[in-house]
């Protein structure tokens, strides 16, 4: 069954119009299954613009997905989404760029259009056992941090997670090893962590202290926090003060409060109502001891909350600038100088939410496609209450999981699955350009 929700400037009239050219494109399809023994499933297809009246000799389209959570990597999901449109469009122009919102994926994503070398270093994990981490070193000199890849709640099993006592200590380690090397300029991905700690650990891993009222050193998780009387940084690592440090957060929550890390995300992390509570208390007392002894203010900046508070310390020991993590890939992979001309963007996340909206990497691309002309087809995984927000940049939303496979299924065969929606949905709106196409030049003419 074919469902749509539509937009339309002409009003009742043009909509009529629109579900027409729906109906025919349609049919158009179906014929073509008849007519070439090819399987090209229903689904619930949801529009929201209309289709341009051109449709250009040759197509130029970019494909630029997240990552979709648990199944494929940014990567892999635009390898198969360029496959289903190659399908539709044998002779169209494809570029893939993954994306990322500075969460997992952040150097994959990076690294497929930047290029780079991988370099690996043994740090500390949530946990401070020694495991080997990743970084990015890109030719000019930067250097990519993806703070889950040391810190990440995916290094703990369900049983380990207890962000009272998990630290960010292998981050700063990170950095460290990023700063031997002589990188200057340094991009630190806030995202799917295991710890809230405000960056302390991180911190500490550089050579602050985090102090008692007996002036002995407190262990660098959160919990511990509760207690802190006085930060010294006379040990910090002075290469800092010549740094460039962005942070590409993912969420833009401050330190504490309603919204802040711990009440927000602290449960994901392991904690119950009243650690979360707890923590709330000890982001608190770190955020009045960081302004008093720095003179940094981190408790309301936006994004101070990520990755269990780390924006606030990277903000208060390393000088970073907080940063929508969309916006710090969009630049580091070139997305609007690759939309620029492009007719069409393909692109998608695990899921699509009321969050997604927000500033999240499926909504900024749409809204950069709009903004450099193109138009945007959305297929994600899933949907769930308050997707619609999307439908403002638009063309069409059509998910994985929906009337055509349950949600079992495409989780077992998520790049085929991806692919066939991705053919699905652009060959629906691909007719429809083509009709249109073809009844404003019948007008013309006549």
């Known amino acids: 069954m074919l469902r749509s929700l539509l937009k339309s400037p002409l009003g009742h009239l043009g909509t009529?119009?629109?579900?027409?050219?729906?109906?025919?494109?349609?049919?158009?399809?179906?014929?073509?299954?008849?007519?070439?023994?090819?399987?090209i499933p229903t689904g619930g297809l949801m529009l929201g613009h209309e289709p341009l009246l051109k449709v250009s000799s040759v197509m130029r389209i970019v494909v630029a997905p997240q990552e979709f959570k648990g199944t494929l990597t940014a990567g892999q999901a635009a390898e198969a989404m360029a496959?289903?449109?190659?399908?539709?469009?044998?002779?169209?122009?494809?570029?893939?760029?993954?994306?990322?919102?500075?969460?997992?994926?952040?150097?994959?994503?990076?690294?497929?259009?930047?290029?780079?070398?991988?370099?690996?270093?043994?740090?500390?994990?949530?946990?401070?056992?020694?495991v080997e981490a990743r970084w990015l070193l890109l030719e000019d000199g930067t250097a990519v941090i993806e703070s889950a890849e040391a810190t990440g709640l995916t290094r703990l099993k369900e049983n380990e997670r207890d962000p009272r006592v998990t630290t960010s200590y292998g981050v700063g380690e990170l950095i460290a090893a990023a700063l031997e090397r002589g990188c200057r300029r340094v991009s630190v991905g806030l995202g799917g962590s295991a710890t809230n700690d405000g960056g302390a650990g991180m911190a500490a891993a550089l050579g602050a202290r985090f102090l008692d009222a007996d002036s002995n050193d407190l262990p660098p998780a959160g919990s511990a926090l509760a207690a802190l009387e006085r930060i010294d940084i006379s040990g910090l690592d002075p290469r800092l003060a010549g740094t460039t440090v962005v942070a590409a957060a993912d969420v833009s929550?401050?330190?504490?409060?309603?919204?802040?890390?711990?009440?927000?995300?602290?449960?994901?992390?392991?904690?119950?109502t009243a650690v979360a509570v707890e923590l709330d208390a000890a982001l608190f007392r770190y955020a009045d001891v960081v302004e008093r002894d720095l003179g940094v203010h981190v408790l309301t900046v936006p994004g101070a909350g990520a990755a269990g508070g780390l924006g606030a310390g990277l903000i208060a020991f390393a000088g970073a600038q907080v940063r929508p993590g969309f916006e710090v890939v969009a630049e580091a992979v070139g997305l609007r100088e690759g939309l620029l001309g492009a007719d069409l963007l393909l692109t998608g996340e695990g899921r699509l939410d009321a969050q997604t909206g927000y500033g999240k990497t499926v909504a900024g691309a749409a809204r950069m496609a709009a903004e450099c002309g193109a138009r945007t087809l959305i297929v994600p995984g899933?949907?769930?209450?308050?997707?619609?927000?999307?439908?403002?940049?638009?063309?069409?939303?059509e998910p994985v999981a929906g009337s055509v496979l349950t949600a079992e299924e495409a989780m077992a065969r998520p790049a085929e699955t991806l692919s066939m929606t991705v053919e699905r949905t652009l060959a629906v709106w691909w007719r429809m350009r083509e009709v249109e196409a073809g009844g404003a030049a019948a007008a013309g003419a006549g």
């Open 382 to 397: 899933a949907l769930a209450p308050g997707w619609e927000a999307v439908l403002e940049y638009a063309d069409a939303v």
């Open 16 to 39: 009529i119009r629109t579900v027409v050219l729906i109906l025919v494109a349609y049919l158009f399809c179906c014929q073509e299954a008849r007519d070439t023994g090819r399987k």
């Open 253 to 272: 929550n401050p330190l504490c409060g309603p919204e802040g890390a711990s009440l927000v995300y602290g449960p994901q992390k392991g904690a119950s």
């Open 83 to 130: 496959e289903g449109a190659r399908r539709v469009i044998p002779d169209a122009t494809i570029e893939t760029t993954p994306l990322s919102d500075g969460g997992p994926g952040l150097l994959e994503a990076i690294q497929a259009s930047r290029g780079g070398a991988m370099v690996k270093n043994a740090v500390s994990d949530p946990l401070g056992r020694i």
